[in-house]
Each structure stands twice: as C-alpha cells, then as structure tokens.
C-alpha cells in the first residue's frame, strides 16, 4: 500500500451546471491508487455532485471537463458504464430492496443464472463468499429488512465487491449507524485497502477522517479548495475546519436591531427516538429557548437531528418514544398533535416545501389560508372566499410573490415564490413561535434577502424565530443566538458576538466526544 | 414591434379568447360532450330522446347513480376510493324491506331508521380507513362482500316486494300536478325559480368578486355560462312540465347538488378535503384532522349510500339480494368522466353530475336504439378511457408534471 506512485483516478476541470446555479466550478481531483480519499464540505459544497459526476448519475456531455480512470480517459454515460470500468457508488440512502435476500440484492440486476434461469445455488454460494470479505455472517437467504442498518451497508458493499470494484465511492457511509457499526465498516474500508481497492469517502465526522484517511480534499461553495495529505504533517481537526468555513460574510444580511423580550417558549430535556429503528436515539435531552423578538439559529450538519427535533416539537410530526417538557410563557403546553400547536401559537416551515408545505396542485389562495381556515369561516363552516383572496393578494403585495394572480397553480412558481407562499401560510395563522427549517434552501440570492427581510419584520412584531440552516454565514448574518447541534445533542449555545463559523462548525463536528456513560 | 401589435390586434384578440377557452378546456369538453351526445342520440333515435317521457325517465333511472356519484366523488378528491356502495345499496334496501313489511315499522321511520344505518356502515369503514390505516381499496373490497352477504341474510335469499304506495313514490313519484292539460304550471313555475336563483347567486358572487378588487372571468364567458345554464333549467323544466311533472327524485337530487356543491367549493370541511388529495402531509402539518375528516367521509359515503338504497328500492318496487351490483362502477366512472384526478386533489361535484348524465345518456340511447349491452359495456368503457386520456394529455399539454 505504500508503493502509491500512480493515481487511479484524475478528475480535471469539472464544471457541472443546473439551471440558474453553478454546483461545481472547475474541479480537479487526483486519488492515489489505493489510498482513502476523503472529501470533506459544508452541506450544499459540492461533494455529491462531484461524486455523481464520477459515477456517471450526470452522464459525460452534461458537464465539462474531463475524467481520467486508470491512465484513459473515460466518458461514462450512465451507472453501467462507471461499474463496469469498476467505479461502485454507495449512496446515503441505500438502495436495497427491503423484501428480497441478501443474495438476491447483491445479483440485482447482474444475475447468476445458466440458460436464462437464475442459479440459485451459485447465486447464495458466492453471495457467502462475498460476505465473508466484508465480515458478515448472516445467511445469504435473510431477507434485508430482517438485518440493521449497519449490516444493509455492508450489503452494499458485498454488492459493490461482486462488480469487481476498484474504485468504492461511499458517501455519507457512517451517517446512520450507530458507534460500533461504525467502527466496524471504518476497519473494512481499512481492510479493503490492504487488498487493493480504493475508496473515496464523504464524510463530516472528522475524527473518522482522521483515523483513515490517506488525503483530503476540501470543497467549498463548488470549489476545491485544497488537498491535504493526512501523512505529511499532523493535521488537526481545526485544520480542516478552516477549509471548510473559510469564507467571507458578504453584506447579503439586512441589518436589523433587535427588541428582545420575555422568553416565548422554553424546550426541557427533549429526546426523540427513530420511528423505526426506536433503539436509535436522534435527539438527546435537547433544551431550547427563545424569547419575544429573538432569531435563534440551529446548526448542525446533516443527520444532527434538526428537522428531527422541530417536527417532534410540532405536533409529534416525526419520531417515537418522545419526552420532555414545553413550555410557553413558563406554562406548561401539550403539543402532541399539530392542531394543538397551532393552538398555543406554534407554526413549523417544512424545510421540504414539496413534500410537506404546499399543495402544489392548488392555488396560492387556498394554500395561503390553509393552516387557519377557521378564521374565515363564517356561519355553518362556509368559508368566505373572496376575503380569502383579499388576503392571499394582501401577501402576493406585501412579500412580493411573483406571480400573475392568487389563483395561481403553487406548482408552478419558482422555489423562491413558494417559499414566501408557505411564510404567508404561517404568517396568516398567526403564530407566537416561528420554526423555520432551512427557510432559503433552493432559492437563489436575491429571494434569500427578501425573505431573511421578512423573518427579520416577523422578529419586529415581537414574535420569536427559530431558524434552522446549513449555512453557517447565514445564520451568523441573521440570527440573534445560535444553538449548534450534534449527533442529537445541543453542544453549544452562543449569542451572535461571539461566534465565528469556526467555533460552529467545531461544535458541529464535536459528536464523538462522548463518555461511555453516554449510553442512554 | 408597435406596428405588428396593431396589425394583428383582431386576431390577437380572437387569439385571447382562444386560449382562455383552452384554458377552460376541462369545463368546456365536458359540457360539448354532453350536448355532442344528446345532439347525436337525437338524430339518430329520430327525436325520441328529447322526448318528456324519455326525459322524465332519464332523470328517475340515472337518479341513484347520480346520487351515489356524489359521494364518490368527495371520496376519490380525497384521494380514497368505495367500491362497496352497490352492496350498502342491496343492503340498505333489504333492510327497508325487512322494516317495512316485517316488522310493520311506519315508512318514513324506516327512512330515518335506514340513513342510520347507512351512516353505521360508513363509520365502520371509515374506521379501519382513516384510524387503522388500511388502504380504502381493502376496507371497502371486504364491503362489498360483507355488505352483499348481509342483504342476502336480511333477505334469506328472497325477494320482498311490494312497498306502500306513499314510500314507491321516493322513486317513481311526481309532485302534485295542478292544471290537467298543457304544460304543468308548478313544474314551469319550479324552472323559472332555479334558473333565477342562478342567475342572481352568479350575479352576486361576481359583484362580491369586483367589491373586493379581484380579477374575474370575462364577461362574454360570464354572460354566456349563465344563459347555457339559465336555458337548460327552462328547457328541461319544459319538457318535463309536458309529461308528468317533476320526478320527487329530481327535487332530492336538485338539493344535494346544491348542498354538496356548497360544502365541497366553499365549505372548511370541503377544503380539508382538496388538502388531503393534494397532500396529504401537507395537510396534517397544517392542522388539517385528517383522520377525522377521513372517516366523516365514508359516513357520509354511507348515508348517500343508504339514501340511493331507498331511491332503488322505492323505484323498483322491489327489495332484492342482487340489488345494486355493478353501481360503484357506474359512479367511479361518472366521477372520473366528470374530471376527476385517480391521485386525488381535483374533482368537482358538477363534473362527476355531468359525467354520471353521460353514462346515462349512453345507456339510454343505446337501449333506444337497440344495441346489444355487451356493445352498450364496451362502448362506455372506450368512453371512459378517452375521458381520462383527454384529461392526461390536457394535463401534459399545459405543463403539469
């Protein structure tokens, strides 16, 4: 392994564009043969773009530069093409089929059969020897809902090991396992190395890199920034931070004084399990506050439990086995479903507006009055529909939607537009408490402003903000306080004076300091 | 650029109208199917379509479908779907019948007595719909076997017939004629009525729509929805006048129309009901009580269940085991004729009225005109599926995903 005179890999000059923004400028990667790369940046950097490109998710033609696999020049025009050439990308989510074998989905799609006729017996018979390379020894016949998480990744793995890998991608790999499975793949990736393979990996755990990363590249807003070779000189985990963060706050941020006031809401010792796995625990003994007029900012890198702890907050939206205490004004409140805390003042902002905020086969009107239908209704039910216009133009005007009515589809508005169509939402329910969960994401600079505005009057009119993001000069540009998050816990609880995104992302990156004790 | 917008400034306008058109295009296929249908079945049945009698019989024969599509297409907006409401029909019947000519219960107690019923048998589906979460093609599959069962039971295989005049006349009744010949005055009267409730509601919304500075359609449209509208009602109310009169279907339907239209257009539960089909999650994290609107659903699914039980039973005089089979079909089709989306979220309670007018027209001019009813079943399936293939293609068209 330590005869590492040849890259495997030579990525040059990656530029990869999507409408309207530049996700990747002029990228170069080199990967030394039978190295571990890591690829380390904020959420939103680039990384998996990057990785997708390699892949050919994002055939060759859609992006420019070039790609250099094994001394040749390679233009993979889909996944078939990067695997065969022996490129396996190994994606945060896993792509297993829950109710077939562990056999049957590491064949998937490359099927041991004779005649035409699938073999089983060869089929389960290499499965097992595949599996043994990575360490498991569960039946090739088990179904892979009957295995945990960690173990499916290892699945994978086998998976990636029977298409002759040579180069392994594994994004976010660690990201939902528990502390020993992760120890566990961190030793198979190391094992895999002695037998030759190399292995890119996107991770934030920085103390993971640490332990097996030969080098590492750090990308920032598109960019590589800059490769750092882990055997060279010692370099720390502040070292890396630096990378990451180092950026400038522009002046993208209104300015904005803040009123603050009594404490609105106050949230005690909350703990959050996994709806399924409910061994796993995502948010652990959790305290929060904010007060009238206060923008409070929760960082954390994906997988902290962000959206985790605001959706459990709103009306147990996510997760199982819930604790803990609300309080609003110092009174004690029951939150448990959503109607209840939209009742005592609560409004949560889906960070997945598609998904969870709009009705995006309706129209902005209807959207608008949708969480607070009540106060239009008069007698008998019936709501009264032309003031519900009035009000759905009152906020077309006052938050500058784009668009030609308020009969408008919201499906077909940009994502800026439907941002501010799901504030008004919140905004016309009146709410005390705002929880704003990645409010800019998917929208580009110019709406970000005007909405940081908007949240900025809502702070104005004494009611208390909650923002969570991923970008860390945005929450330095906006909020008031700011909370950072990590593997489920609060780590830090800082005013804006005194945190600098190094500080931040520190706290966020902090999670694998924890006692034995820890096991709760 | 000036000059090219002068130039062409007349056929812009053409162009205008046009694309408004286009836009409506939902609406208005539908209503030119509708008339496109009537006009053909006209010619060739050689008038006897129009006919009063033939009118007045297309009204009291589609009647239950019509009602039952009502449901329905509340249902399929939320994004759930019944198949057993023909069963819940046999049963209701059934039971009507046990009530009635068994135990001697007074009919219209045994009205009030079977919308309970129907009402029991919605809260039981709806139960394992929306708080056990079993999908709604599960729930009521079993319905249609469990409530089939039932009427079989209620009936011990056996007919019961027949009913008290006063309760055949829910079905096959008119309201009171006066005046002996020529045109029926009460009937006319009843048109005039509706047709200026319509006109003065439209006129009223619009007035409200200007108080309040929003934008509406335009005024040529306006005008001449209102005239379409105003001039069927009249017409119908003609024809019908110079028969028997008005069917006391016609009134019940008249006013669930009426009701239902109301409460799914403007209605909070009505608009609880748009959110759940257009998402779900959206809806919950909004404060929308999903389940609970889920299962007032199919109650109300099985009230106008039970109620097109009585209308059947009533018309046909009749209490039968195989009472009603194949009648969820006809409504699901009704409802997705009249525009409705499979995915749930768009549907209107006049689109699935005029879709179940469709299927009715077609089943009744293809019986005047003789055709076999394996032609009568293919021929509607094709409808069905060219309905649902214009509304896909209309879709992709404008640019929807």
């Known amino acids: ?520 | 650029m000036t000059t090219s917008n002068e130039v062409t400034k007349p056929v812009g306008e053409a162009r205008k109208i046009l694309s408004y058109l286009t836009g409506q295009l939902r609406q208005v296929g539908l209503f030119s199917a509708l008339i496109v249908i009537v006009l053909f079945f006209q010619i060739t049945t050689h008038g006897i379509t129009l006919r009063p009698i033939n009118v007045s019989n297309l009204v009291i024969q589609n009647s239950y479908i019509l009602i039952l599509a009502i449901g329905m297409v509340m249902v399929i907006i939320a994004g759930h779907i019944d198949l057993s409401v023909g069963s819940v029909v046999a049963f209701v019947g059934a039971m009507a019948g046990v009530m009635i000519t068994e135990w001697h219960i007074a009919w219209p107690i045994a009205i009030v007595l079977c919308l309970i019923l129907g009402a029991l048998v919605g809260a039981w589906q709806g139960f394992w719909i929306a708080y056990f979460r079993i999908p709604a093609f599960i729930v009521t599959l079993a319905g249609m076997l469990v409530f089939r069962g039932a009427a079989q039971i209620a009936l011990q295989n056996q007919q019961i017939s027949p009913f008290p005049e006063a309760f055949r006349r829910l079905g096959s009744g008119f309201l009171p004629s006066f005046g002996t010949s020529g045109y029926e005055p009460l009937t006319l009267a009843l048109g005039v009525l509706a047709s200026i409730v319509l006109i003065f509601g439209s006129l009223r919304q619009r007035w409200a729509r200007h108080k309040y500075g929003l934008e509406s359609e335009p005024l040529w449209w306006f005008v001449l929805k209102l005239a379409f509208g105003a001039f069927l009602i009249i017409y119908i109310a003609f024809l019908l006048a110079s028969y028997n009169g008005t069917p006391i279907v016609l009134v019940i339907l008249g006013l669930l129309i009426v009701i239902y239209a109301a409460v799914m257009a403007r209605s909070v539960f009505g608009r609880h009901v748009y959110a759940i089909g257009g998402n779900l999650h959206a809806a919950a994290l909004s404060g929308v009580k999903t389940q609970r609107v889920t299962f007032l659903l199919f109650v109300n699914m099985g009230v106008i269940s039970a109620l097109a039980g009585l209308v059947f039973t009533a018309q046909l005089n009749l209490a039968s085991p195989s009472a009603g089979s194949g009648f969820e079909l006809d409504s699901i089709a009704a409802v997705f004729i009249g525009g409705a989306a499979v995915t749930g979220g768009i549907g209107t309670v006049t689109g699935a009225i005029v879709g179940g007018l469709i299927i009715g027209l077609l089943n009744n001019g293809m019986s005047i005109l003789g055709v076999g009813t394996e032609y009568q079943s293919l021929i509607k399936g094709l409808v069905l599926l060219a309905a649902v293939a214009f509304d896909v293609y209309n879709k992709r068209r404008t640019g929807g995903r």
């Not at chain 1, 799609?109 to 089983?120: L, V």
């Not at chain 1, 906020?395 to 169509?421: C, E, F, H, R, W």
């Open chain 1, 1 to 520: 392994m330590e005869n590492v005179t040849t890259n495997i890999l030579e990525m040059q000059g990656i530029t990869k564009t999507f409408p309207g923004v530049k996700a990747l400028q002029n990228v170069s990667l080199s990967v030394k043969r039978g190295h571990v790369h890591a690829i380390c940046g904020e959420n939103g950097a680039g990384k998996s773009t990057l990785m997708k490109v390699l892949s050919g998710v994002y055939p060759a033609g859609s992006f420019d530069g070039q790609i250099i696999f094994e001394d040749s020049k390679v233009d993979f025009k889909n996944i078939n093409d990067s695997e065969a050439a022996g490129v396996v990308i190994i994606h945060q989510e896993l792509a297993l089929s829950p109710y077939l074998s562990i056999a049957e989905n590491i064949f998937l799609g490359n099927e041991q059969q004779t005649r035409g006729w699938i073999d089983w017996n060869k089929t389960n018979l290499e499965a097992s020897k595949l599996l043994a390379r990575v360490g498991l020894k569960d039946n090739p016949i088990t179904k892979i809902t009957d295995i945990g998480v960690g173990k499916q990744q290892l699945v994978e793995i086998a998976k990636a090991l029977s298409k002759r890998v040579k180069l392994l991608i594994l994004d976010e790999p660690t990201a939902a396992l528990n502390d020993e499975d992760s120890a566990h793949l961190l030793e198979l990736i190391k094992q895999l190395q002695s037998q030759g393979i190399t292995s890119i990996i996107i991770s934030h755990k920085l103390n993971e890199i640490k332990a097996i990363a030969d080098a590492v590249t750090i990308i920032r807003d598109g960019r590589a920034i800059e490769t750092l070779d882990m055997h060279a000189d010692e370099i720390s985990e502040e070292r890396i931070i630096k990378g990451m963060v180092g950026r400038e706050l522009e002046s993208r941020y209104p300015d904005h004084t803040p009123t603050i006031g009594e404490e609105l809401l106050r949230v005690e010792n909350w703990n959050v399990f996994h709806p399924i796995d409910t061994t796993r625990q995502i948010v652990k003994n959790a305290s929060i506050s904010v007060r009238a007029g206060e923008i409070v900012g929760i960082a954390g890198l994906m997988g902290a439990g962000r959206t985790e702890l605001a959706m459990s907050l709103f009306g147990k939206s996510y997760g199982v086995k819930i604790s803990g205490k609300v309080f609003k004004r110092g009174v004690e409140i029951d939150t448990s479903t959503v109607s209840k805390a939209i009742q005592h003042g609560i409004a949560y902002a889906t960070e997945d507006r598609k998904r969870y905020g709009l009705n995006l086969i309706d129209d902005i009107t209807r959207n608008v009055s949708g969480s607070a239908l009540g106060k239009l209704a008069g007698l008998f039910g019936f709501v009264d529909d032309h003031k519900e216009a009035t009000v759905a133009g009152k906020y077309l005007k006052s938050l500058n939607i784009k668009a030609p009515s308020v009969d408008s589809i919201t499906g077909k508005l940009s994502g800026g537009n439907q941002q501010k169509v799901v504030l008004s939402k919140w905004m016309y329910a009146d709410p005390d408490v705002l929880i704003l969960d990645e409010p800019t994401r998917g929208i580009d600079v110019g709406a970000k402003y005007e909405i940081y505005t908007i949240i900025n009057r809502l702070a104005d009119e004494g009611k208390g903000v909650i923002m969570i993001s991923s970008e860390l000069p945005e929450l330095l540009g906006v909020c008031d306080r700011i909370y950072t998050l990590a593997e489920g816990r609060i780590t830090a609880n800082v005013p804006r004076s005194q945190a600098t995104a190094e500080f931040l992302m520190q706290h966020m990156t902090k999670e694998r300091e924890r006692s034995t004790s820890d096991n709760v």
